[in-house]
């Protein structure tokens, strides 16, 4: 690792001043930044360890949803009793992120900023444009198989790795940010994550200084909820393709279909037009396909991972069909 | 820095520089080389303790941002002369092979008992209300951070379970 300056600041303020004003990196549960930092891959000059600013808790908001701190472990969040009871797909798209021992540090804001786990990324002798801009993409030409197939660009192919953002944008949960000059914003989820572009290296909205407070959930949604990650083991991998779903039906037909997708993209992919295609159809295998067909319909494959083309349209087929027995 | 870090019950200064992981500083700087470094990257699950009451991987965190904590290393949970129930139970069951994941799978385990205890879900659980079963399916889910290059997996869960279900 290189040498860094290590201080802990106390305040929000102190927090987003130190960050936009001395270019300090925070550092919150720690998992993602010093594992790239051994890996040489993130050299900040300063960490400012935001542990001690407040922020842990996990509340109830006055609109009758649920606020989760951004400093509050993943494990926290998971094993919540409103998370457990009022929000199932956001508690098992957590639990089957890592494993214990990493959400019990892992943190809601650092998980939400967590990097690609693209290899090219982390390997500093191979040519990736997220790492080092103009050097390449390693990726498109190479080992691909945990790539994206929807929103790539000639820059970058890489996926966003992380599960409980996936069941934060089927929940349409907002983010909520503290700014370098003292001001407070909320952005969507669902608008959180940038897809590459021209720009791989910024992987979210987040401006220089800015800091999350909290990421906020919406009154409870009932709905039969689902997260299923498909993976290359069971347990302690990240997902291929996953897929969170919050579906109701009436008299045999889908009447809610909020859908998000893992896997496939810079950022948990949300096309409003795939819940639509399902409303008022019945959960038939026809329906499902004309489903899959609107969310793949500009899907592209790079050799590798063509593979998760197909494995997207199973997966929707394998989360709506017990989904609706079960909503039925 | 004053920095002060409880390790096993005695307080320790934490170290100058910033760098030093808690396994680095548990290992090179107070000697307590039973936690191991198996991959230093959060991956494999040896460099595992318990840091005021929960379980974490002592290589992706730096031993600074652990001012006030209270660790429990294995050297901590029992001595050859008074082992722990679960140190007892692996020694049983042959829970290992050359035992390079050993202090990392008991001091894990140790935790886990509690979070079961505590009624924690995990991605196994078919319920994620009620209390969790004692089911080697839930066992393997939650130990699925701690490797076993030896494949010592059908043992260790085994001895997991013989205290588990005494515990319990
Ligand atoms: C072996 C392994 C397996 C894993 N498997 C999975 C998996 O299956 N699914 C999954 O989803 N994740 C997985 N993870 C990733 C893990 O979930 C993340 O490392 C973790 O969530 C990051 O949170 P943290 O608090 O440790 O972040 P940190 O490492 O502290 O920070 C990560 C980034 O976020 C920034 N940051 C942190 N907090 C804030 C804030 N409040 N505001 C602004 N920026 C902030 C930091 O500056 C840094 O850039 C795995 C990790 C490992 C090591
Ligand atoms: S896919 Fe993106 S992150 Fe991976 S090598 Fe290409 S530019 Fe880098
Ligand atoms: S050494 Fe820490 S997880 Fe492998
Ligand atoms: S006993 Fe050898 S690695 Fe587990």
Redesign the pocket.
Known sequence: MRPFAYGRPRTIEEATRV?ADDGA????????????MKLQV?TPEKLAD?NRIG?GEIEDTQAGGLSLG??A??TATAVHPRVRADYPVLAR??L????QQ??N???????????T?CFYFTNVDQPCNKRDPGSGCGAIDGVAKLHAILGTSEQCIATY?????VALSALDASVD?ATANGEKRTVPVREFHCLPGDTPWRENV?EEG????AITLPPPVGGTQIYR?V?ERSS????LVSVAAIVEMEDGLFTRADLAFGGLAHKPWHDPRVGEALIGQPPTSETIDRAADILLADARGFGENDFKIPLARRALHAVLEPAAEGAG | MSDIISVNGTPQRLPDDPRTSLLDFLRQHIGLTGTKKGCD???CGACTVIVNGIRI?SC?TLAAMHDGDEVTTIEGLGTPDRPSDLQKAFLEHDGFQCGYCTPGQICSATAMLQEIANDWPSDASEDLEGPPQLTGEEIRERMSGNLCRCGAYANIVAAIREVAEKSA
């Open positions: 960050v990196m925070a550092i919150a549960g720690g998992t993602n930044l010093l594992d790239l993130e935001i922020f951004a400093l472990t993943n798209a957590i089957s992120g890592a494993t990493l959400r540090k892992a943190t809601n804001g650092g998980n939400l900023c967590q990097r786990r790795p992380g599960d409980m953002a940010i987040l800015e800091i999350i407070t990650k993976r302690y991998a990240f997902a | 990257h959060g991956q991987n992706l």
